[in-house]
Nanobody
């Protein structure tokens, strides 16, 4: 019903930047909050940043001041601009979306397949 496709991951040197994108497609009524999570090897998935439909944002303390989340509601797309990257930012980054499939208030969470970000010299 809803597909999320991430792009923009890759290998970058410490101090560098990357921009992730996540586009939602399929049949749905409205996308509410969207966000980014990450999972490093051997660790649990953790929140990176979220953004509501009216663009209120929330960040993990570890990325505040370095990462910026934004969205384009017309394109059903969420972005994550990552600056001043550190080796500890290395992880698989997952996009999420909280979706209303119909005018009913019922919401469902969807996840992308993940994109690898590696910060290394």
């Amino acid at each position: 019903q809803v597909q999320l496709v991430e792009s923009g991951g890759g290998l970058v040197q410490p101090g560098g930047s990357l921009r992730l994108s996540c586009a939602a497609s399929g049949r749905f009524f409205m996308i509410n909050a969207m966000g980014w999570y990450r999972q490093a090897p051997g660790q649990q998935r953790e929140l990176v940043a979220t953004i509501t439909r009216d663009r209120s944002t929330n960040y993990a303390d570890s990325v505040k001041g370095r990462f910026t989340v934004s969205r384009d509601n017309a394109k059903n797309t969420v972005y994550l601009q990552m600056n001043s990257l550190k080796p500890e930012d290395t992880a698989v980054y997952f996009c999420s979306a909280n979706v209303r499939l119909s005018p009913s208030p019922t919401r469902t969470d969807y996840w992308g397949q993940g994109t690898q970000v590696t910060v290394s010299s």
